[in-house]
C-alpha cells in the first residue's frame, strides 16, 4: 500500500492515472445515463424490447474495439504518446457535444451514435495507457501501478455509475443536467492530460496500414505467434465476456427480478466496482510486488461460486407489485435482498484478484517494440468477446426468453470450464518465461 500511495504522489504516474480515471468516469456516466433513458422511458424514441436495446447498446460502444484497435496500436508505436493523449481528449470533447444533442434532442439515435464514437475514443486510447505504464514504472512497481489502474477504473465506475444514476433520478427528465455533467468530466479529462510527460517513440518508422481488417488480422496474428502472451490475451478477454454479460443485465435485473429503482441500480453497480477495487487492491497485498500468477486461480474459484450464489439469491427475492421499490425499501426488504448485495460484491473481488495479474503479465512478457500493437490485439480480442456476449445475452435472454437466473448459471459454469483450461494450458508457459529471464 506503501507503494501505491508513492506512486500516487508522482508527477510521472499522477496525470495519467487522473486521465485514465477521468475518462472511465465519462464512459460510465454516459453509458448509465443512456441504459437508464432507455430502462425507464425517459426518451420516447424506442422500437425495440428492453433488453435488445440495452444489450445493442453494450455491443455498440464494443464494436470500435474490433475494428480499430489494430490501427490505434500502430499509432500509439509510431507516435509520441502524451501528444496523442491530448487529442484524444479534445475528441471527447466533441463526442460528449453530440450526445448532448442527443439527449436535449430527445435523439435516440444521436445518443447511439455518441455511445460509439466513445467506445471508438476508449478504443484508441487504450492501447496508448497499457504500453505506457511499463515506460514509467520500474518492473517493481508494475503490480501496484496495474492495482491502481484498476482500482481507479473501477471507482470511475462506481462513481459514473452513481453520478449518472443520481443526475438522470434527481433531474425528472430534464437531461439538461446529465449534458453539462459528460461535457465536465471531459473537460477535465483534457485538462489532466496536459501534465502527462513526454514519452519516447517506440517504432517511429513502422507503416500506419490503414485497412482496418488487414491489419487486426496481422496483429491478432502476431500475437498468437507469442504463445504465452495469447494465452494470457484469451485470459484478458474471457473476463470481459464475463463482466459485460453481468453489467449489462443489472438494470433489467433491478427492474425485473427485485421490483427496484434506478436508485438500487446505482447501488448494485456500487457494491460491484467496489469489490473490484478492494480485489485489486488486496491482489497486490496477498499476491507480493512481482509480477505472477497466484491470485488468479482465487479469482477463477470466485468468479463461478459467486455467480452461482447470485442466481440462487435472486429466486429467493419476494415476487411483487405496485410501485417500484425505492433503497429505503430494498433495505428493509429481508435477507434475501442482503444475499443480492453481498453475491454482486464478492463477484466484484473476484474479478479484481483475476484481471489485476493477467494485465501486469500482459505488460510484462509483451516485446517493448510492440508493446502497443499487443494490447491492440488483447482489445480486439476484449471486443469479440464482449460482442459476443451481447450476442450470447440476446439470444438467451431475447429469442429463447431463458430466465436471466439461467443465464447466470450457464455463465458461471462456462467460466469454471475455461479458466480451468486456461490454467493448465498458462503455468508450465510462465515458469519456462520466468526461469529464462532469470537465467
Known amino acids: 500500500m506503501k507503494n501505491s500511495e508513492h506512486l500516487l504522489s508522482t508527477r510521472h504516474f499522477?496525470?495519467?492515472?487522473?486521465?485514465?480515471?477521468?475518462?472511465?468516469?465519462?464512459?460510465?456516466?454516459?453509458k448509465q445515463a443512456l441504459l437508464l433513458v432507455i430502462t425507464y422511458g425517459w426518451i420516447q424514441q424506442q422500437t425495440a424490447g428492453i433488453s435488445t436495446l440495452?444489450?445493442?447498446?453494450?455491443?455498440?460502444?464494443?464494436?470500435?474495439?474490433?475494428?480499430?484497435?489494430?490501427?490505434?496500436?500502430?499509432?500509439?508505436?509510431?507516435?509520441e504518446r502524451s501528444q496523442l493523449v491530448r487529442i484524444l481528449k479534445i475528441a471527447e470533447i466533441l463526442i460528449m457535444l453530440i450526445g448532448t444533442a442527443g439527449f436535449l434532442l430527445g435523439s435516440l439515435w444521436l445518443l447511439l451514435l455518441a455511445l460509439f464514437l466513445m467506445g471508438t475514443h476508449s478504443t484508441f486510447f487504450g492501447p496508448i495507457k497499457y504500453a505506457i505504464l511499463p515506460e514509467i514504472l520500474k518492473p517493481n512497481e508494475l503490480m501496484s501501478g496495474n492495482a491502481l489502474f484498476q482500482s481507479g477504473t473501477s471507482m470511475a465506475i462506481l462513481i459514473g455509475m452513481i453520478l449518472g444514476g443520481a443526475v438522470i433520478s434527481m433531474s425528472q427528465g430534464n437531461l439538461l443536467w446529465i449534458s453539462l455533467t459528460v461535457l465536465t468530466i471531459a473537460c477535465l479529462g483534457y485538462f489532466s492530460s496536459r501534465f502527462i510527460l513526454k514519452q519516447e517513440v517506440s517504432s517511429p518508422n513502422i507503416q500506419i496500414d490503414w485497412n482496418f481488417f488487414r491489419t487486426s488480422f496481422q496483429t491478432v496474428k502476431y500475437a498468437k505467434s507469442l504463445r504465452l502472451i495469447f494465452l494470457i490475451l484469451l485470459g484478458n478477454s474471457w473476463?470481459?465476456?464475463?463482466?459485460?454479460?453481468?453489467?449489462?443485465?443489472?438494470?433489467?435485473?433491478?427492474?425485473?427480478?427485485?421490483?427496484?429503482?434506478e436508485n438500487v441500480v446505482s447501488l448494485l453497480l456500487t457494491f460491484f466496482s467496489?469489490?473490484?477495487?478492494?480485489?485489486?487492491?488486496?491482489?497486490?497485498?496477498?499476491?507480493?510486488?512481482?509480477?505472477n500468477i497466484k491470485m488468479v486461480p482465487l479469482g477463477?474459484?470466485?468468479?463461478?461460486?459467486?455467480?452461482?450464489?447470485?442466481?440462487?439469491?435472486?429466486?429467493?427475492?419476494?415476487?411483487?407489485?405496485?410501485p417500484l421499490l425505492g433503497l429505503y425499501e430494498v433495505f428493509h426488504g429481508g435477507w434475501s435482498y442482503y444475499h443480492v448485495m453481498i453475491a454482486v460484491t464478492l463477484l466484484g473481488i473476484s474479478g479484481g484478484f483475476y484481471i489485476v495479474p493477467l494485465y501486469a503479465m500482459m505488460?510484462?512478457?509483451?516485446?517493448?517494440?510492440?508493446?502497443?500493437?499487443?494490447?491492440?490485439?488483447?482489445?480486439?480480442?476484449?471486443?469479440?468477446?464482449?460482442?459476443?456476449?451481447a450476442i450470447f445475452s440476446i439470444i438467451i435472454l431475447s429469442i429463447l426468453k431463458i430466465d436471466i437466473k439461467i443465464l447466470f448459471c450457464i455463465t458461471a459454469v462456462l467460466s469454471a470450464i475455461?479458466?480451468?483450461?486456461?490454467?493448465?494450458?498458462?503455468?508450465?508457459?510462465?515458469?519456462?518465461?520466468q526461469d529464462s529471464l532469470e537465467g
Open 239 to 261: 473476463y470481459w465476456f464475463y463482466g459485460a454479460t453481468y453489467l449489462t443485465q443489472i438494470p433489467q435485473l433491478t427492474q425485473q427480478n427485485l421490483h427496484a429503482s
Open 300 to 322: 477463477a474459484v470466485g468468479l463461478t461460486v459467486f455467480a452461482l450464489y447470485l442466481a440462487i439469491s435472486l429466486s429467493f427475492v419476494p415476487e411483487r407489485t405496485g
Open 14 to 30: 499522477l496525470p495519467m492515472f487522473l486521465t485514465q480515471f477521468f475518462g472511465a468516469l465519462n464512459d460510465n456516466v454516459y
Open 418 to 433: 475455461f479458466t480451468i483450461w486456461l490454467l493448465i494450458r498458462l503455468k508450465p508457459m510462465l515458469k519456462t518465461a
Open 54 to 79: 440495452n444489450n445493442f447498446a453494450a455491443l455498440l460502444f464494443i464494436l470500435p474495439y474490433f475494428i480499430f484497435s489494430a490501427t490505434a496500436g500502430q499509432l500509439a508505436d509510431k507516435y
Open 363 to 389: 505488460q510484462a512478457y509483451s516485446p517493448r517494440s510492440h508493446r502497443a500493437r499487443v494490447v491492440a490485439a488483447n482489445n480486439i480480442l476484449n471486443a469479440i468477446f464482449m460482442v459476443s456476449s
Open 274 to 291: 467496489v469489490g473490484i477495487g478492494v480485489g485489486s487492491l488486496l491482489c497486490r497485498k496477498i499476491g507480493g510486488s512481482e509480477v
